[in-house]
Nanobody
Framework: QVQLVESGGGLVQPGGSLRLSCAAS????????MGWYRQAPGKARELVARITTSGSTNYADSVKGRFTISRDNTKNTMYLQMNSLKPEDTAVYYCNKVYGLGPWGQGTQVTVSS
């Protein structure tokens, strides 16, 4: 079974930065296109960033230019560098495959507030 563990969330002020990590185990991480998802209260879960097996990236318009997704296949870990954070970025952030979703982890809470 695949296990995904998200970490790195926290409380930051608007304009601040956070770096999220997603550690994967129980799978061949390097073979999967991966993505970061988020779910804000009362809203559907959305894909905010994705990275292919070759390192190509795509971002939702809402985070483009502010977030950077990356992966380290030697560590089976994916990252999301979040800069210039806004209150609307407040959500629980999850990682998962972008094709053929696996089990969801517990996510990591990001709160952007003054």
């Amino acid at each position: 079974q695949v296990q995904l563990v998200e970490s790195g969330g926290g409380l930051v002020q608007p304009g601040g930065s956070l770096r999220l990590s997603c550690a994967a185990s129980g799978s061949i991480f390097s073979l999967y296109a991966m993505g970061w998802y988020r779910q804000a209260p009362g809203k559907a879960r959305e894909l905010v960033a994705r990275i292919t097996t070759s390192g190509s990236t795509n971002y939702a318009d809402s985070v483009k230019g502010r977030f950077t997704i990356s992966r380290d296949n030697t560590k089976n870990t994916m990252y999301l560098q979040m800069n210039s954070l806004k209150p609307e970025d407040t959500a629980v952030y999850y990682c998962n495959k972008v094709y053929g979703l696996g089990p969801w982890g517990q996510g990591t809470q990001v709160t952007v507030s003054s």
